[in-house]
């Protein structure tokens, strides 16, 4: 079992910034990726940005020169940065862990989510 801890969300001007973090508790799974999802309201949640042990990311185009994902592997810990914020990045973002055992099957596991709200 793993669990995703989040902090960070909260209410800034637009053009302000945030950090969150993510902390996943676990001593038995390796963690393959981590990453964030965010879903506004009367819409899918959709990918924000991802990063795979191996230093790879992905990010969605609204988010491209904003936002900065990492990963402290020491603390199991996913951080994204989000400079330059805009009204549309208001939504409750959510972490993502996909991990695995060796050889053994990914699981994925999602944190409760935590609310981004950017005024205008």
């Known amino acids: 079992q793993v669990q995703l801890v989040e902090s960070g969300g909260g209410l800034v001007q637009a053009g302000g910034s945030l950090r969150l973090s993510c902390a996943a508790s676990s001593t038995i799974f390796n963690i393959n990726a981590m990453g964030w999802y965010r879903q506004a309201p009367g819409k899918q949640r959709e990918l924000v940005a991802t990063?795979?042990?191996?230093?790879?990311?992905n990010y969605a185009d609204s988010v491209k020169g904003r936002f900065t994902i990492s990963i402290d592997n020491a603390k199991n810990t996913v951080y994204l940065q989000m400079n330059g914020l805009k009204p549309e990045d208001t939504a409750v973002y959510y972490c993502?862990?996909?991990?695995?055992?060796?050889?053994?099957?990914?699981?994925?596991?999602w944190g409760q989510g935590t609310q981004v709200t950017v005024s205008s």
């Open positions: 993502k862990a996909l991990v695995s055992r060796p050889a053994g099957p990914v699981y994925q596991y």
């Open positions: 990063e795979t042990n191996g230093g790879g990311t």
